[in-house]
């Protein structure tokens, strides 16, 4: 039971840093800004980063692109056979992608607003 536990919390925390290299992976490929570091407390895991500009197109594909790892790995781990990898993946991701406190999906609600107003 202790070995399955363990396996459980390392497979959670891959799934986390591979979300945030997404993050890390748009914001390179976009120049949307300077990576600074990757804070890790009692919240999570997460990219902290210096935006160039307010932009509202870039920051809603940063957003996006962690979930969208996500689920590249996912079907990556599926194909693969190793399913319970895939699902925390493709959980996380979909849950990453709601609109609520904190999350990706709240993030590109509100810069979708905003580039819509613009």
């Known amino acids: ?44 895991i ?6 160039y500009g307010y932009k509202p197109f870039k920051r809603m594909i940063v957003s996006l692109s962690g979930s969208g790892l996500n689920f590249i790995f996912a079907a990556i781990f599926f194909l693969e056979g190793m399913e319970t990898f895939g699902m925390i993946n493709l959980v996380f991701g979909v849950v990453n992608l709601l609109p609520l406190p904190g999350s990706d999906g709240l993030r590109v609600f509100h810069n979708l607003k905003a580039a819509m107003q613009s």
């Open 1 to 44: 039971m202790v070995i399955i536990t363990i396996l459980m919390i390392t497979m959670i925390l891959l799934t986390l840093f591979i979300h945030e290299g997404g993050h890390m992976l748009a914001i390179f490929i976009t120049r949307a800004g300077k990576i600074k570091d990757i804070a890790i407390n009692w919240k999570g």
């Open 46 to 51: 997460g990219v902290k980063w210096n935006p």
